[in-house]
């Protein structure tokens, strides 16, 4: 895809703001990355320079626009990667270190479910650069950013893995002893389902409980589950949807720096009580007035707060309160009614 053009529309539409880039300008001849961020939420968008680029050719054939690579900084990136490959896991790269007159950065990458991989970023002594090694200041400020107002996203709060299925356990199971992580909660389809369909889903998480990692799979239901709707479009296992906290989901979602997006799906996906596609916003976010619970939150909200990244049903970005809160298993589960 075009890079450019979608670091941009996240930024007009979703309150991001440019924080460096890597390209011809900057001496990168095969591939150019623009970096955005709001809070502590980094997005990379990177597009291919020159034809016969076969790694993101091959991706974008396959899955198109999506996310290809989920970045986790460490302490000790010789010893994880160490440990993950005797543990079973296929290393794409192998550690190597970049620097530049800011500081020096050891990278490597471990390949996990479908084409998704896993960047391992330890960062050797403090970094004085924007961002990365051989990233620069962007070459472009949207002046029309200065004159939006905050969407205010604060940092990753979920990534969701889709899986075929039978794959979810397997999966989690490779994060559990490959990257060592562990269970931080599990659900079936008794829990997640709707009168036509369902789904099981397990979360992984770090020692510190700070990544959350829930890994779907489709369950049996009336009709085809939102999860095997996903991995039929997706060419396979990918990142579903990246989740967004936020600490004011109604102030958020009702900026106008924010989408509020009618979702186009010629079968219910979303909300099990929606029946026809172009669903509108709720009253209650056009008036001004609050739910009158977190759950009816979550219900009457969900639906508009996914930006939709592709105009297959893939990639989606939501935003939403945090996993933290003690409703999030109340939250999760109206989260995903399909």
Known sequence: ????????????????????????????????SHAIKQDKIIFVFQSPLNPGNEEMGEHLIKHGDGAKDIAFQVEDCDFLIKTAQDRGAVIVKEPWVEQDSHGRVKYAVVQTYGDTTHTLIEYLGPYKGLFLPSYKEPLFRDPLL???????????DHIVGNQPDDQMVPVSDWYQKCLMFHRFWSIDDKQIHTQYSALRSIVVTNYEETIKMPINEPAMGKKKSQIQEYVDYNGGPGVQHIALNTSNIIQTVSLSSLIIIKIHFSSIFACSSVKQADMEPPEHLLKGSLPHSEEDLWIGLHPVALHLSHPAPVLLVRAGPSCHSPTFHRAYRCGYNA
């Open 146 to 156: 200065t004159k939006l107002p905050p969407a205010g996203l604060n940092f990753i």
């Open 1 to 32: 895809g075009n890079a450019k053009q979608a670091a941009s529309f996240y930024c007009d539409k979703m309150g991001f703001e440019p924080l460096a880039y890597k390209g011809l300008e900057t001496g990168s001849r095969e591939v150019v």
